[in-house]
């Protein structure tokens, strides 16, 4: 066994050009899928972290304005499939803006305010619908299959994979974030039993997945902050963990306290700040947290000056000074620094030669040590790495 230890430490310095590649719950993913997702790893490895900004309406207003404001455009821009009437025009900005984002560089991420499946018809009657009561025998029902109320969400499922699969076939990885906050009671699907809540995050993961073969999505979980226990957590469904935090300053021990709460509940998977009021002291992100990526909410939360005062709720929001801060602190990633390394094929071997063991490595058939040596095969497994460290 010394021998073998010994032969993997002499070979790691020649390895320092690979980084293991991470596998998605979705064994079907796509190519590209899995390389964002090595990619957050390796952010976290690195200890640097991704700046965010979700949008408003259908376009890119804020992550422009931040750009315009610190000089670089956020790694990350969050949309919203939203809600209301004749919403088709407004989902198809989405997907463009998207599909734009993602060809200048930048990643995506999309949550959605679904509305109530009670409702006798899907999206008309808006945010009134996204915050309306359904009790947990409705809800029970609403995850059983072949009920009224489990088909009535199934149709308003299948309508959204269809943008959905216009991004995917237009080459846009999507950190897919539904029914975040379920923790609280806010939103139709909150605060409902553990159980109950992983059968809808199931159901949906099987349509998507299996059923619309939308292999382009990275599963993102975000509950609200309040993190105990893995009461929520899907864990067979979830490639990313996360939290939403809204407090009233960039000191408050929440944003370590949650850190910490989902170090123990995500178990060896990423986490990030999936939603945030406001950005936490640029320091605490980057030496006291994980987070691989933080995302502030839009409009006044987004720049508390530029959007014409604070919030009228959930903190105070950025001002343009906090926002410059973490936007020039080291560790903070924008969209011109995104580099996302392919992935390609490793085989690894074990050999013996004379008294001397140790590993051997090719990549896509050419040895990583110059000529191939002699050896005897006693091992051989298929791996995924990048070619690329960073």
């Known amino acids: 066994m010394k021998r073998l230890l010994h032969g993997v430490i002499r070979i790691i310095p020649l390895l320092t050009i690979l980084a293991w590649s991470q596998t998605p719950v979705n064994t079907a993913s796509t190519q590209r899928t899995r390389e964002v997702l090595n990619y957050l790893y390796q952010v976290r490895n690195q200890n640097k972290i991704l700046s965010g900004q979700q949008c408003s309406g259908y376009g890119q207003e804020e992550p422009s304005h931040i750009n315009n404001l610190v000089g670089a455009w956020p790694a990350i821009i969050g949309q919203d499939w939203l809600f209301g009437t004749n919403m088709d025009p407004g989902r198809r900005q989405i997907v463009s803006t998207l599909i734009n984002y993602t060809r200048a560089g930048g990643l995506v991420t999309l949550c959605w305010h679904q509305t109530n499946p009670k409702d006798a018809v899907p999206d008309n009657s808006g945010w009134t619908s996204v915050q309306s009561v359904m009790t947990q025998i409705e809800f029970d029902s609403m ?25 995917r076939d237009s080459g846009v990885v999507i950190l897919w974030r539904p029914y975040h906050e379920m923790n609280g009671g806010w939103f139709w699907w909150g605060a409902k039993t553990g159980s109950s809540f992983k059968r809808l995050w199931a159901n949906m993961y099987n349509r998507l997945t299996t059923f619309h073969q939308l292999n382009n999505l990275i599963w993102v979980w975000g509950p609200n902050t309040g993190v105990v226990d893995t009461t929520y957590f899907p864990s067979p469904y979830v490639d990313v963990g996360g939290v939403d935090i809204y407090v009233q300053t960039q000191t408050n021990a929440v944003f370590t306290n949650e850190n910490t709460a989902l170090s123990r509940v995500m178990g060896q998977k990423i986490w990030a700040l999936t939603e945030t009021g406001l950005v936490p002291n640029s320091d605490t992100l980057a030496l006291k947290t994980d987070y691989v990526w933080f995302l502030p909410w839009h409009t006044r939360w987004c720049d508390n000056v530029f959007y014409g005062g604070l919030p009228t709720s959930n903190g105070p929001g950025n001002s343009p000074a906090q926002l410059a801060t973490i936007y020039n602190h080291p560790a903070t990633i924008t969209r011109n620094e995104v580099v996302i ?4 094929s490793i085989r690894a071997f074990t050999r013996t030669s004379g008294r001397k063991s140790g590993f051997f490595f090719t990549v896509d058939g050419r040895s990583l040590l110059g000529p191939r040596p002699k050896f005897v095969l006693l091992h051989d497994v298929q791996m995924q790495t990048s070619q690329t460290a960073h």
Not at 143 to 167: E, F, S
Not at 341 to 344: D, E, V
């Open 143 to 167: 995850v059983t299959p072949g009920t009224n109320l489990y088909n009535k969400w199934l149709a308003h499922v299948d309508l959204i994979a269809g943008y959905m699969k216009t991004l």
């Open 341 to 344: 390394p392919p992935i390609t």
